[in-house]
């Protein structure tokens, strides 16, 4: 028999065209139990990124209708049959009239949007996959803003007749409100009521769904500042599970409003999953605008803090941050006047010139006195000085060890009223924008620093003048460029180092700097015995040689070990450390070479000497160049004429040193972590060739000190 019809051969009735029933039969993936990879890969593969229309314009529109009709339905549910009161308008959203928005496409969308039939998970997947690939000319916002738009018009429809029933009682609402089923839902509280539960769920998924979109369309808005951690959040992924909420809340609606018989549908799945992804996306977006604005207020305080006709609005940001205006929260504590709280205006109205002490909470006493030194027994005794300058301790709380720090921010004006400091003291700051300055613009690593007003710019910079303070003390106030430089420059920059020493042998230190013709080694190394040792038969050489008739006591040499013991070793290369940091990038003479050539003595393992006469530093050296300088005295010796000493041990040591340049160690200088970034690198203070530049890590398991770090 011939089954060949005008269109081709004819196929039996119940037949299905090749391969749709495999299709059909296959199961289908609930999006609950696959990974959101494959779900990203099924997506990818139904939808593009590509389309023109303004999801912008089209998002206010869907979100003045969601929710005001989710007002409507939590007043409704609360107050139940009553009338809602009426509501004032969202001013924020205003729709725009001239959008071209594409109705029919939202009304397929509508038609996938509810399935009273089978509102199972699996089919919800189906009908999001259809949705994403008939929307495939659109970019992905706009598939989102569009799902919502279809799902709005139908929920703000239903809930708009509703109030209109209620309110107004004409034909028209009340037949609209019947055909929509309202009226199974709304027309009596016993009905309401009973379905309390549900109503609630749905009104709070599709509240959550919408805050959802509106933040990532906020992350969005933040690519430009934020490129690589934006990039890192799966925006489609989080679109997809719009989507589908929305298909489940309008499939819900159909479900409540409908007197048929419908599976259940429960709507928790959704739920929990749109929470949890709405929480993680509100904590990023909290933290990016907290970044941004932590950045536009760290850009302004760089701004302002090189301006010099600005310092009273620098210190203000700088010490309460974006509480800066706020004349309340501007309090600074008073310590000489009971540790009163007084306004930061005290000190800025009166054009002081401040030391600004930054510090952690567990700065050492001893660092403390050093600042309570210079205003109780220098500033405190002048009327002038009182009225020129002024000390600030700025405490720096650490964000990492909260409990820690909170305790001890507690105890702060116990602190200072123990410590007597009769200066002031703001709250401890913690704020990003101005810890992240102190690092970048002061060079703050933990270490305490002062910063003070640099003389030539008018405006506040840390010029490591700490170390200028503890080393120099109170002979180099005000502590400017000028003082240090004068203290330097003249090499008298050994004997500081020993300034509260107790005594050595029958003498103080300070009594032998004042004889003139008084020297002085300073010597060290971890060969203590030894190297003590070969000091004094070296002493006694050049005394036999050069003073003779030790009763006129013409010629004298004294020997100082700063080693000798641990404290004053530690104190001395503490303050040596300060010493070569306030010198890294002045420019290069004979001081900064002295100090960088005994700075890398610190850890020689046969010993190191440093020459003095009085109270001058004349060279610094080594053991080795030492000990071939002595193997060879008679060679210069004979040169010496009176007084003149140290003219031909500089001379001859300098000479020597050039020749043992391949016999030695190489040099090493180790950078302290608080040290200001070197411009221009450092020069080898032995042979004054570049130095290679290395990076080298250490610990000496010191745990008796918590030491915070800052956070970037």
Not at 128 to 137: E, F, S, V
Not at 233 to 251: F, L, Q, R
Not at 398 to 412: G, L
């Amino acid at each position: 028999m011939n089954t060949k019809g005008a269109s081709g051969s004819a196929k039996p009735a119940d037949a299905k065209p090749a391969g749709s029933a495999t299709n059909n039969d296959a199961p289908k993936p609930s999006p609950f139990k696959i990974s959101d990879e494959q779900i990203k890969e099924q997506i990818f593969k139904a939808h593009g990124n590509d389309g023109t229309l303004a999801a912008d314009s089209l998002f206010p529109i869907v979100v003045n209708i969601l929710k005001r009709s989710t007002q409507i339905v939590d007043d409704l549910v609360k107050g139940y049959a009553k009338v809602p009161p009426a509501k004032t308008e969202d001013t924020q959203n205003v729709p725009t009239a001239n959008i071209n928005i594409p109705i029919c496409t939202l009304k397929d969308i509508r038609f996938e949007l509810s399935c009273c039939k089978d509102p199972q998970p699996e089919t919800a997947h189906e009908r999001t996959l259809k949705i994403l690939t008939n929307l495939k000319a659109y970019s992905w916002d706009a598939t989102a803003v569009l799902t919502l738009a279809a799902f709005s018009s139908e929920f703000g429809d239903f809930w708009l007749l509703v109030e209109l029933e209620k309110s107004n009682h004409n034909n028209l609402s009340k037949s609209l409100a019947i055909l929509k089923g309202a009226s199974n839902l709304t027309s009596t509280a016993e009905i309401l009521q009973a379905r309390k539960t549900a109503v609630i769920a749905l009104n709070d998924l599709i509240k959550d769904t919408l805050e959802l979109t509106d933040i990532i369309f906020q992350l969005e808005n933040l690519s430009s500042d934020f490129p690589i951690e934006i990039a890192k959040i799966p925006k489609e992924t989080d679109i997809y599970w719009i989507m589908i909420a929305v298909i489940a809340c309008g499939s819900k609606v159909a479900i409540l409003t409908s007197t048929e018989e419908i599976k259940p549908l429960d709507l928790s799945p959704y739920a929990d999953k749109i929470k949890a992804v709405l929480t993680t996306r509100k904590g990023k977006l909290t933290d990016l605008l907290l970044k941004k604005a932590e950045g536009a207020f760290y850009s302004d305080l760089v701004k302002v803090s090189k301006i010099r006709t600005k310092d009273p609005e620098f210190l203000a940001k700088l010490f309460f941050g974006k509480d800066y205006a706020d004349d309340n929260a501007k309090l600074i504590i008073d310590e000489s006047n009971n540790c009163n709280k007084v306004v930061l205006n005290v000190l800025t109205d009166k054009t002081k010139t401040l030391f600004i002490l930054v510090s952690y909470l567990d700065i050492f006493d001893d660092d403390l006195d050093i600042l309570k030194l210079i205003q109780t027994e220098k500033i405190a005794k002048d009327q002038k000085l009182q009225e020129q300058y002024g000390i600030v301790w700025m405490p720096i709380v650490d964000e990492n060890q909260p409990e820690y720090y909170q305790k001890m921010a507690k105890d702060i004006v116990n602190r200072v009223r123990t410590n007597k400091m009769e200066g002031f003291v703001v709250k401890p700051v913690s704020h990003q924008a101005t810890l992240k300055f102190l690092k970048k613009e002061w060079n703050f690593k933990g270490s305490p620093i002062v910063a003070v007003k640099d003389e030539d710019k008018g405006i506040y910079v840390n010029r490591n003048t700490f170390y200028t303070i503890s080393i120099l003390g109170l002979e180099a106030f005000p502590f400017d460029k000028r003082k240090e430089t004068e203290f330097i420059n003249a090499m008298k920059w050994m004997i500081p180092l020993f300034k509260d020493y107790s005594d050595v042998g029958d003498d103080k230190l300070s009594t032998w700097v004042k004889m003139e013709n008084n020297y002085i080694f300073i010597f060290g190394g971890k060969d203590k015995t030894g190297w003590a040792k070969d000091m004094k038969e070296k002493r006694e050489t050049m005394l036999k040689v050069l003073n003779p008739d030790r009763t006129k006591g013409t010629f004298t040499i004294k020997l100082l070990d700063v080693e000798q013991n641990l404290d004053t070793k530690e104190r001395f290369w503490k303050r040596l450390e300060g010493l070569f940091i306030t010198k890294i990038n002045h420019y290069d003479d004979r001081p900064k070479q002295q100090i960088q050539r005994l700075y890398s003595y610190k850890n020689e393992e046969r010993g190191w000497f440093a020459l003095n006469k009085g109270d001058e530093t004349i060279i610094v050296g080594n053991r080795t160049s030492f000990s071939k300088m002595m193997d060879e005295f008679d060679k210069w010796s004979g040169k010496i004429r009176p007084q003149e000493f140290e003219v031909a041990f500089r001379d001859y040591h300098e000479k020597t040193l050039t020749t043992l340049w391949g016999q030695m160690n190489c040099s090493r200088v180790d950078i302290p972590k608080n040290a200001p970034k070197v411009k221009e690198g450092i020069k080898c203070p032995e042979c004054d060739h570049e130095m290679e530049m290395s990076i080298r890590y250490n610990c000496c398991h010191n745990f008796s000190r918590v030491i915070p770090i800052l956070r970037t």
